[in-house]
């Protein structure tokens, strides 16, 4: 799946955050979610998963677009 195909929730999309690797939730056009954040070792995941870390405004940010 390629970014272009998701619909960014959070940030403003200009890339001022340097080399594209902001914290931002996207949605999929089948209605899930993708979130980008930092690399997580909190535990490990089961295999073919991942952890990321994001801040809590990027998430209330998202919530805030999906009138949640």
Same mark, same amino acid.
Not at 41 to 44: L, M, R
């Given at each position: 799946m390629a970014r272009e195909e998701l619909t960014r929730l959070t940030g403003n999309g200009n890339g001022t955050c340097g080399k *594209? *690797?902001?914290p931002n939730v996207y949605r999929t056009a089948n209605g899930s979610f993708v979130v980008q954040g930092d690399v997580s070792?909190?535990?490990?995941p089961p295999e073919g998963e991942g952890l990321v870390e994001i801040p809590e405004r990027v998430l209330r940010e998202a919530v805030r677009v999906l009138g949640w």
């Open positions: *594209d *690797d902001c070792q909190a535990f490990t």
